[in-house]
């Protein structure tokens, strides 16, 4: 006479079960030893790399190609000096740095000598800088103003009016 349990146990459901398994631990161990390499971008899902899913430090400068970062790239208002270690900035203290960006300046088509600024604070001095310029805008110069005291980008356009700023970076002796 069968019981409930040996009537069910049949050599079928058995290699069924032991397929099982084997199969479910088989995804795990593969899950657990993926090889160098073998996640690259193409694979990845939109978006399912997100800022909050990073470990702090994970992603350092060494780890960047060349121009994967760019000032198109970085949202207004991200960067600012209380963000930098000081041993990225030289041992400066953060509270000596200020990022000022300029007014934008609109260019009219066909001219030449458009210039935009951006004045330090009180008490700093311009050690670096930068501009965003539009598409139709060609850059002539940029470097600090005359007295130091900021950053200054001059342009020309063709036939297409641009607008052009500057940014300063801002540093207190």
């Known amino acids: 006479?069968?019981?409930?349990?040996?009537?069910?146990?049949?050599?079928?459901?058995?290699?069924?079960?032991?397929?099982?398994?084997?199969?479910?631990?088989?995804?795990a161990v593969a899950a657990s030893n993926l090889p160098n390499g073998s996640v690259t971008t193409a694979k990845?899902?939109?978006?399912?790399?997100?800022?909050?899913?990073?470990a702090n430090s994970a992603v350092k400068s060494a780890k960047l190609a060349n121009a994967s970062v760019t000032s198109a790239k970085i949202a207004p208002g991200t960067l600012d000096a209380s963000r930098f270690k000081p041993d990225?900035?030289?041992?400066?203290?953060?509270?000596k740095i200020t990022i000022v960006a300029g007014t934008p300046v609109n260019v009219?088509?066909?001219?030449?000598?458009?210039?935009?600024t951006a004045g330090c604070p009180a008490?700093?001095?311009?050690?670096?800088?930068?501009?965003?310029?539009?598409?139709?805008?060609?850059v002539d110069a940029t470097g600090p103003t005359g007295d130091g005291l900021g950053w200054s980008v001059?342009?020309?356009?063709?036939?297409t009016p641009a607008s052009i700023?500057?940014?300063?970076?801002?540093?207190?002796?």
């Open 1 to 27: 006479m069968k019981t409930p349990l040996t009537r069910h146990l049949t050599p079928g459901n058995a290699v069924a079960m032991i397929a099982l398994v084997i199969a479910l631990g088989g995804t």
């Open 44 to 54: 990845l899902a939109s978006s399912s790399v997100t800022s909050d899913k990073l």
């Open 88 to 95: 990225v900035l030289g041992g400066l203290s953060t509270s």
């Open 108 to 116: 009219p088509a066909s001219s030449t000598g458009t210039t935009a």
């Open 123 to 138: 008490g700093q001095r311009a050690v670096s800088g930068g501009f965003n310029v539009g598409s139709f805008a060609v």
């Open 154 to 159: 001059t342009a020309e356009t063709g036939a």
């Open 165 to 173: 700023s500057a940014t300063a970076v801002c540093v207190a002796p």
